[in-house]
DNA sequence: GTAAAAATATTGACTTAGTCCATTTTTGAC
DNA sequence: GTCAAAAATGGACTAAGTCAATATTTTTAC
């Protein structure tokens, strides 16, 4: 990874405790919820309160430092893995989520039809269906 | 649209008022959430618990009746159009919502280059964009 | 290195979307 | 019409996240 203090530095940020505690927290659990995150950063750096770490995350997502995902029925999801077009494969029974590459293979990997007039910035994909585990219990 | 009454018989389920003036709430606003949808149906039946809404949206939805849709940053939406394989396109700034055909056009139209042991049952497209509107504004 | 200004963190109340549960009412089958 | 099962009601509760005032830290300018 590189150096988070550089990474904030980079993209005009203060570079604080918490938010190099915060990036580091989402490298190493991915997919990590807004919660997950917050413990994580607890125990690397004692205490963070929890506004802190909504504020981080909305930032580091803002600056496209980090991406969030938001999947039915599920708080929001915060990874490090971005700009490579990545999309998302999400257990109905369990949650689990895991890290697909792009079907297709380049960005925008989507046209839409008609676009009704938008300018249209993103394709978000998300597969929906049941991890191997969840699939021999049922 | 196909009779409220036999829609529901024709699943299984019990056919009461509030049932079928959700029916019609979600005909009358596609994309609505389960809040507009409450008081479209108070507007027609005079009242509903709030609880019976969620009920029978969720029922309906397992059922396959409904679609629920849950973009970022919004309460859930749902739709009666289904089994079409249609996506969605949003709009950053205020939300809008339109339907958008499937760009490949059968379904499943996407295939996930590798699927992790998972069974994939479905894949869910938003697009995000700005809206011709918002796109004036800015 | 210090001080002022700007940015960020803390705390705690608050909001929104939705769930849980015990009770009452309605529905469908005989 | 009766009765069991399904659904609705009402109200308390929870989870995820936001708001706003204050305190602290970081950056910038000297």
């Known amino acids: 990874m590189t ?7 980079d993209h005009g940020l203060s570079v604080t ?16 919820t807004a919660d997950d995150i ?6 690397e750096i004692g205490s963070i309160s929890k ?9 580091l997502v803002e600056k496209g430092v980090l991406r969030r995902i938001q999947p039915a ?3 929001a999801l915060f990874e490090n893995r971005i700009g490579d077009n990545h999309h998302h494969l999400i257990c ?13 293979g380049k960005t925008p990997c989507l046209h839409a039809s008609h676009h009704h007039g938008f300018h249209i910035e993103e ?3 998300i ?3 049941t991890c191997p585990e969840c699939r021999t219990q049922a």
Do not use: F, M
Not at 20 to 28: D, K, S
């Open 92 to 104: 109905r029974a369990c949650g689990k989520t895991v890290d697909i590459d792009c079907a297709v």
């Open 3 to 9: 150096d988070p203090g550089s990474l904030l530095r």
């Open 73 to 75: 029925g599920s708080p």
């Open 127 to 129: 597969y929906w269906g």
């Open 51 to 59: 506004q802190a770490v909504y504020n981080a995350l909305g930032t």
């Open 123 to 125: 394709a978000e994909v």
């Open 38 to 43: 917050a413990e994580s950063v607890k125990s």
């Open 17 to 32: 405790a918490q938010r190099i505690a915060v990036l580091r927290a989402v490298a190493a659990c991915p997919h990590g």
